[in-house]
């Protein structure tokens, strides 16, 4: 199984960025999709998440509003679209893919990850 995360870079505070997680080695359609991040010194926080059949989908409370996540079954892949950028969404973006129950919350739920795409928002 290998994710593959892209589309990181450096923007400016209400800039946009769109990520993509292009997913190969597992039946894509059957996995939750979730996208998490990591800033230097803090823990990896949720950031949203999406159902297999793309019917339910959850944003944390941080990026509601701002932050879309969505997924192509037929490319198999994920997106997240980052608008109005902070300077606080600086982080290491992770893709994940998961089959087991739960929210999609909590990083557990998740059996791969991908290897990270930088996001750097100056301010």
């Known amino acids: 199984v290998q994710l593959q995360a892209s589309g990181g870079g450096l923007v400016q505070a209400g800039g946009s960025l769109r990520l993509s997680c292009a997913a190969s080695?597992?039946?894509?359609?059957?996995?939750?999709m979730g996208w998490f991040r990591q800033a230097p010194g803090k823990e990896r926080e949720f950031v949203a998440t999406?159902?297999?059949?793309?019917?339910?989908?959850l944003h944390a409370d941080s990026v509601k509003g701002r932050f879309t996540i969505s997924r192509d079954n037929a490319k198999n892949t994920v997106f997240l679209q980052m608008n109005s950028l902070r300077p606080e969404d600086t982080a290491v973006y992770y893709c994940?893919?998961?089959?087991?129950?739960?929210?999609?919350?909590?990083?557990?739920?998740?059996?791969?990850w991908g290897q990270g795409t930088q996001v750097t928002v100056s301010s």
């Open positions: 080695g597992l039946t894509f359609s059957s996995y939750r």
């Open positions: 999406i159902s297999w059949s793309s019917g339910t989908t």
């Open positions: 994940g893919a998961g089959a087991r129950m739960g929210s999609g919350r909590l990083s557990i739920s998740y059996d791969y």
